[in-house]
């Protein structure tokens, strides 16, 4: 059975599942006969997406374009089997994520080092190459026609510099890959439940304070989450963000984490601060499974932003 969420505007949130249900999200977007679909998930998220095409009556001609945020496997790990399945589509793709997507075995070696071959295949499954002439480079602001629908691109370094967001004006909502972090479904109702996302190793702190006002200077009503789901009202959202950039930063700064000792003195402690300022006492042992892995790579990437930026 296929598992998504129908949205408004003709927008339809497909689980990518990605490690479990919940946890990566992969959009549809529909106008007249046409489809885009903004991230990929992994090899093993084909499945529910061609699952999710037949239960809207979509057939794979339809899809006109695959446009993965950025790199980051769980956002284009599935894009080289998409564009073998929708032979009419081109790949949308920022223009330091190109070379990754039509030779990816850069992108596969580092995380199989990380990883090891047997979680990589777990995770990640299959990568593909994509021919270079399907492949189609956005630069900032660029439009896109999906019918008679409006895409706009916009640039967001921060969490990384190959990552844009996408602007649909007919939702007036907002693709925004990792820009905006991450927000899971038992959080959804807590008033500080948007988190910055920041892995190794592009983590800019002042990048991404300028990236998420740049994206709130188009007024959303809404953000399409990658992890996970649509969230509304953002503006509400604005400040306890950017406040949590700056605690981040500030916590990192504070344990100065050099080595694998002070990384997980870092991932501690960042737990610690998001739990006590989501004020989940009910459900602190919840939230904390949900966010487990992302606070572990979020203090490899602090970690990592702090040695470059103190040891170079």
């Known amino acids: 059975m296929a598992q998504y969420t129908t949205l408004s505007q003709d927008i339809y949130c497909i689980d ?7 946890v990566a999200s992969i959009y549809l977007l529909r ?29 794979d ?36 994520g190109a070379r990754h997507m039509t030779d990816p075995q850069k992108l596969i070696e580092s ?43 916009i640039d967001t370094p921060g969490h990384a510099r190959h990552h844009f967001c996408i602007y649909d004006k007919t939702s007036a909502g907002v693709f925004t890959g990792d820009t905006f972090g991450i927000c899971y479904e038992p959080m959804k109702h807590l008033p500080r439940c948007l988190l910055p996302s920041c892995p190794p190793t592009q983590f800019d702190p002042p990048a991404l304070h300028e990236s ?19 969230l509304a009202n953002p503006a509400t959202q604005l400040s306890s963000f950017e406040r ?5 930063v500030d916590l990192c700064n504070s344990i100065a984490p050099r080595d694998q000792p002070g990384e997980q003195e870092l991932q501690n402690a960042l737990l ?13 042992s919840e939230v904390a499974k949900v966010l487990e892995n992302d606070t572990r790579l979020n203090a490899q990437g602090l970690a990592h932003w702090w040695r470059q930026s103190n040891d170079g």
């Open 111 to 153: 995380t199989i080092a990380v990883y090891g071959p047997e979680v990589f295949e777990r995770l990640y499954g299959r990568i593909e190459p994509i021919p270079e002439e399907r492949v189609i480079v956005a630069q900032d602001l660029d439009r896109f026609s999906l019918d008679s629908r409006e895409l706009l691109f």
């Open 61 to 96: 001609s339809q899809v006109r374009y695959v446009i993965p945020t950025h790199v980051h496997l769980d956002h284009a790990g599935g894009a080289g089997a998409m564009m073998q399945r929708f032979q009419q589509a081109s790949l949308i793709i920022h223009p330091r």
């Open 244 to 248: 949590w950039i700056d605690e981040y």
């Open 272 to 284: 610690q601060l998001v739990l006590d300022e989501l004020q989940v006492a009910e459900k602190r």
């Open 31 to 59: 106008e007249a006969d046409e489809v885009a679909i903004i991230e990929t998930g992994t090899f093993h998220s084909m499945a529910n997406v061609l699952a999710t095409l037949a239960d809207l009556g979509i057939a």
């Open 16 to 22: 990518a599942l990605y490690v479990k249900p919940d």
């Open 212 to 230: 998420v006002n740049h994206i709130m200077s188009f007024a959303p009503e809404r953000l399409y989450l990658t992890h996970y789901g649509e």
